[in-house]
T-cell receptor, first 114, second 113 residues
Framework: DGGITQSPKYLFRKEGQNVTLSCEQN?????MYWYRQDPGQGLRLIYY???????QKGDIAEGYSVSREKKESFPLTVTSAQKNPTAFYLC?????????????FGSGTRLTVV | DAKTTQPNSMESNEEEPVHLPCNHS???????IHWYRQLPSQGPEYVIH?????VNNRMASLAIAEDRKSSTLILHRATLRDAAVYYC??????????????WGLGTSLAVNP
């Protein structure tokens, strides 16, 4: 079945460490997105990519980095510069970025700083 | 950026219809209206989307006002599994000719047995 796979499901990071969250899709979608969700809040956009080798900052990109070397993959690195990284991270994809089609979400990665 | 407004919470009884409203008065002509729902600690699940006409699928119906400034998600017979946070969002085309989703806090739907 086609879908989005996020890994790991749970991730623990020590202060000062960089960690990379994986997002892979086999839906042949052009556009991919990373969101952060904090308790009791809506999703906030970190980065998005509408095509391979291109990505744009979202509303809260500071302390994060991404790459889009392959259509299927859009990994997110949470750097030590992100002061409050503990959150639920969600990856999504869509056939294009126009919104004419639905968006598919992964099951999320819960990152905790210890 | 186009913004949506939804009630914080709603309550329904099992097997009754539920109408979840959303206001999006700043919607532009090319913005689609999307609805998603989310269970705790899970990713959002696509429910339905539309542009101008009312839409139906196996999960729900979407009624869009004629002026497109509001819409209503209709669950025809609520079940306990429909208890979730429902988000109404607009993939908005911004000045940089890129689209992004603007998420509000959604409506938390409780379904009573």
């Amino acid at each position: 079945d086609g879908g989005i796979t996020q890994s790991p499901k749970y991730l623990f990071r020590k202060e000062g460490q960089n960690v990379t969250l994986s997002c892979e899709q086999n839906l042949n979608h052009d556009a991919m997105y990373w969101y952060r969700q904090d308790p009791g809040q809506g999703l906030r956009l970190i980065y998005y990519s509408q095509i391979v080798n291109d990505f744009q900052k979202g509303d809260i990109a500071e302390g994060y980095s991404v790459s889009r070397e392959k259509k299927e993959s859009f990994p997110l690195t949470v750097t030590s510069a992100q002061k409050n990284p503990t959150a639920f991270y969600l990856c999504a994809s869509s056939p294009d970025g126009r919104g004419a089609y639905g968006y598919t979400f992964g099951s999320g990665t819960r990152l905790t700083v210890v | 950026d186009a913004k949506t407004t939804q009630p914080n919470s709603m309550e329904s009884n099992e097997e009754e219809p539920v109408h979840l409203p959303c206001n999006h008065s700043t919607i532009s002509g090319t913005d689609y209206i999307h609805w998603y729902r989310q269970l705790p600690s899970q990713g959002p699940e696509y429910v339905i989307h539309g542009l101008t006409s009312n839409v139906n699928n196996r999960m729900a119906s979407l009624a869009i006002a004629e002026d497109r400034k509001s819409s209503t998600l209709i669950l025809h017979r609520a079940t306990l599994r429909d208890a979730a946070v429902y988000y109404c969002i607009l993939p908005h085309l911004n000045a940089g000719n890129n689209r992004k989703l603007i998420w509000g806090l959604g409506t938390s739907l409780a379904v009573n047995p």
